[in-house]
């Protein structure tokens, strides 16, 4: 199986978040990965586990993703309003990709850490998603 797939399921979430003109205009970017000297606050997708469980008739693979808000603020207010914001986008999100189906995707877990500076927080929103692509002949 061709993992292609997960860098190109990878574009379509960032594709997803950077057309809602509400989230992208409450942060500074998204990211793929970390920026060192990134503006806050700013969002963070990252592919965490990929689980292959492909039958006869489809290729599938679980994948395991959090979607990471980013925030220089002692308040999780605004932290909360912009998960909120993605959640949503999300909830709202097309199932359909021009090579593959997005046969589920639910959020597993909100988590809240604190840096090492004492000064940035991250909101972890961890996901689960099911990509399946059809076997053809």
């Known amino acids: 199986m061709s993992f292609n797939l997960i860098h190109d399921f990878q574009m379509t979430l960032y594709d997803l978040l950077?057309?809602?003109k509400e989230l992208r205009g409450s942060i500074e970017g998204i990211y793929?990965?970390?920026v060192q000297d990134a503006k806050y606050p700013f969002l963070l997708i990252n592919i965490l586990r990929?689980?292959?469980?492909?039958g006869s008739f489809c290729l599938a693979c679980n994948?395991?993703?959090e979607i990471s808000v980013f925030a220089r603020d002692k308040s999780r207010s605004k932290l909360i309003l912009l998960a909120d914001k993605v959640i949503s986008r999300l909830n709202l999100a097309v199932s359909q990709s021009k090579?593959?189906?997005i046969a589920?995707?639910?959020l597993r877990e909100l988590a809240f850490y604190p840096s090492h500076d004492l000064v940035t927080t991250k909101l972890s929103m961890l996901y689960q998603a099911l990509l399946k692509k059809e076997v053809i002949g």
């Open 104 to 106: 589920g995707a639910h």
């Open 99 to 101: 090579d593959y189906t």
């Open 18 to 20: 950077e057309a809602d």
């Open 50 to 54: 990929i689980t292959n469980v492909s």
């Open 63 to 65: 994948v395991e993703f």
């Open 32 to 34: 793929l990965s970390l």
